[in-house]
């Protein structure tokens, strides 16, 4: 460290700083871009979630404000329930003459960049060690569990230097392997941006709460509590299980501080009144059918039996973390701080139930759990360095390296993005969405198949009746009742034009998914409405319009 401060003109904090920084700014405009040829993704995740996201951004972007929240973008006649304030700000970006691919990075780099800074000051207050707050932000952006073994393996079967840099697998989501909690990057950071805003609104309002409670109460004590309360409430429409863990982790500060109850109350009274208010606004008249339910063990319900087969579960997803977390919150008395217990708390809750009809959507409050965790184990991690014996700090470098092995490898993937690039839309949808944007009115709704790289909705900003199915099933809405009504709106049987009436339709589009999934009649379509688009196989009517108009 002496060699480092003498020939290094900043800080090992400022290069450590420079080092995330640089690698959010680098990475971000590779995950999401547009060429000549259409519209990328730099990662699988961001092809999988992103059509979505713009989706919702679209409909603020070119729907009247009056109809913002009138229906949801991926299924019609329902209001607009998913935590929408990410999509809200792209959206507005957009209707300000700003294009999607800018109106998605741009607030992506500043969150990302925002949530560094945050993170960091919110491990150095905890530590009061500069050194131990970033060692803290390198192990959560880092982790992973014990998959780098099967790294070693694949290298040692076939080495490469190709491989040997770019990873074959995402060592951090092996499927066949029972890993499931994938690096935060890939997984949660870059593809969920309602996660990326709610982490550092939810940190911040976490780091406020801790401070205040260290202090004795003054004049404007209440009227603090009552203000914190109000980005705590709006967590309900930025991120749901951001809200859920803040929730978790309110009542672990108060149970710590019950001399501080008053303020604690006031928190909570301000928060609740928010979250109420936004939740019958804008969920009220929508119940998810199976949306909470006993979940044993995570992911590893039903793939072996008996306590062994869940700690090597655990094991081979989060490596070392919990023994040395363990062993840090006895060693170094973190039991007694709230937000560790909170951590175990949550931990503990997701390995008992499922807080959405997707179990792996546990994974967002487990990223909670595993950021508070991260505070015992630098501990160990520090107590080791501490002992000044070159043994023991080769202990504690191997450790840094087990936690940190996987992680890196997702990362070295993701620098690397030219090489797994997705195309989401090629540039002739581009512009036929382009073109039928021009021609549909906001209240008019569009018959389409629920491919998630819906162009209608994510490009045009059209209303569909039925989504990506997957999504819909994952929030809890139950679409088999639409699903019958598309089938037959698509088979031209009799009481189909009753069933356009109903919806609103005024454009169907038939396209490959179409005519496979929900077995279109073609013919009738060709035969009976006016086609008045065409791109490749995919053809668009208007299902006012006959044919020999």
């Known amino acids: 460290m002496k060699i480092l401060k003498r020939y290094l003109p900043v800080s090992p904090s400022y290069l450590l700083f420079s080092v995330w920084g640089g690698f959010l700014l680098y990475i971000w405009p590779r995950m999401f871009f547009e060429t000549r040829e259409g519209i990328f993704a730099g990662e699988r995740s961001i092809w999988a979630d992103w059509a979505c996201h713009l989706a919702g951004s679209s409909a603020f972007a070119f729907l009247p404000q009056s109809m913002w929240f009138e229906n949801h973008p991926q299924f019609y006649g329902q209001t607009y329930n998913y935590p929408f304030l990410s999509s809200m700000i792209s959206g507005i970006l957009m209707r300000l003459g700003i294009d999607r691919i800018s109106a998605f990075i741009i607030p992506s780099i500043i969150i990302s960049l925002l949530l560094l800074v945050i993170l960091y000051c919110f491990y150095e207050a905890i530590f009061k060690s500069k050194r131990q707050a970033w060692l803290a932000v390198s192990l959560f952006f880092l982790c992973g569990g014990l998959g780098f073994f099967y790294y070693i393996q694949d290298m040692v079967r076939s080495f490469s230097w190709d491989t040997l840099l770019f990873p074959v697998r995402e060592y951090t989501f092996l499927e066949d392997k029972r890993i499931f909690f994938r690096n935060i990057f890939p997984s949660e950071l870059l593809p969920q941006r309602s996660f990326l805003l709610g982490l550092p609104v939810g940190l911040s309002i976490l780091a406020a709460l801790t401070r205040w409670l260290c202090k004795e109460p003054g004049e404007k004590t209440f009227l603090r509590y009552g203000v914190a309360g109000i980005p705590a409430g709006l967590l309900i429409i930025i991120h749901t299980h951001s809200y859920i863990a803040m929730v978790i982790l309110c009542f672990c500060l108060a149970a710590f501080n019950l001399k501080r109850y008053k303020e604690m109350v006031v928190f909570a009274l301000s928060a609740g009144?928010?979250?109420?208010?936004?939740?019958?606004?804008?969920?009220?008249?929508?119940?998810?059918?199976?949306?909470?339910?006993?979940?044993?063990?995570?992911?590893?319900?039903?793939?072996?039996?008996?306590?062994?087969?869940?700690?090597?579960?655990?094991?081979?997803?989060?490596?070392?973390?919990?023994?040395?977390?363990?062993?840090?919150?006895?060693?170094?008395?973190?039991?007694?701080?709230?937000?560790?217990?909170?951590?175990?708390?949550?931990?503990?809750?997701?390995?008992?139930?499922?807080?959405?009809?997707?179990?792996?959507?546990?994974?967002?409050?487990?990223?909670?759990?595993?950021?508070?965790?991260?505070?015992?184990?630098?501990?160990?991690?520090?107590?080791?360095?501490?002992?000044?014996?070159?043994?023991?700090?080769?202990?504690?470098?191997?450790?840094?390296?087990?936690?940190?092995?996987?992680?890196?490898?997702?990362?070295?993937?993701?620098?690397?993005?030219?090489?797994?690039?997705?195309?989401?839309?090629?540039?002739?949808?581009?512009?036929?969405?382009?073109?039928?944007?021009?021609?549909?009115?906001?209240?008019?709704?569009?018959?389409?198949?629920?491919?998630?790289?819906?162009?209608?909705?994510?490009?045009?900003?059209?209303?569909?009746?039925?989504?990506?199915?997957?999504?819909?099933?994952s929030w809890g809405i139950d679409y088999s009742e639409r699903e019958k009504d598309i089938r037959r709106m698509y088979s031209g049987k009799p009481g189909s034009e009753n069933l356009f009436q109903k919806y609103h339709v005024r454009y169907a589009v038939l396209s490959p998914s179409a005519r496979d999934k929900f077995q279109a009649n073609e013919m009738l379509f060709l035969l009976k409405y006016k086609m008045i688009m065409k791109d490749g196989d995919t053809r668009v009517y208007d299902v006012k319009t006959p044919r020999n108009m």
């Open 273 to 473: 009144l928010m979250s109420l208010w936004l939740y019958t606004t804008f969920h009220g008249q929508f119940a998810p059918s199976k949306w909470f339910g006993l979940e044993w063990g995570w992911m590893s319900n039903n793939q072996g039996d008996g306590i062994l087969s869940f700690v090597k579960f655990w094991l081979m997803n989060w490596g070392l973390m919990l023994p040395l977390a363990v062993w840090g919150t006895i060693q170094m008395r973190h039991y007694q701080n709230p937000l560790v217990i909170g951590g175990w708390v949550l931990f503990i809750l997701c390995n008992i139930f499922r807080f959405q009809p997707w179990n792996w959507d546990n994974s967002k409050l487990l990223t909670w759990s595993y950021l508070l965790l991260v505070i015992p184990v630098v501990g160990v991690l520090s107590f080791l360095w501490r002992g000044n014996r070159i043994i023991v700090r080769g202990v504690a470098i191997v450790l840094i390296g087990f936690l940190t092995f996987s992680g890196g490898l997702e990362l070295m993937r993701l620098v690397q993005s030219d090489r797994m690039t997705h195309r989401m839309w090629e540039k002739s949808k581009i512009d036929m969405a382009l073109n039928f944007q021009k021609i549909l009115k906001p209240e008019e709704t569009v018959l389409t198949d629920d491919d998630h790289l819906n162009w209608v909705s994510s490009l045009s900003g059209g209303q569909i009746l039925m989504g990506y199915r997957g999504w819909l099933w």
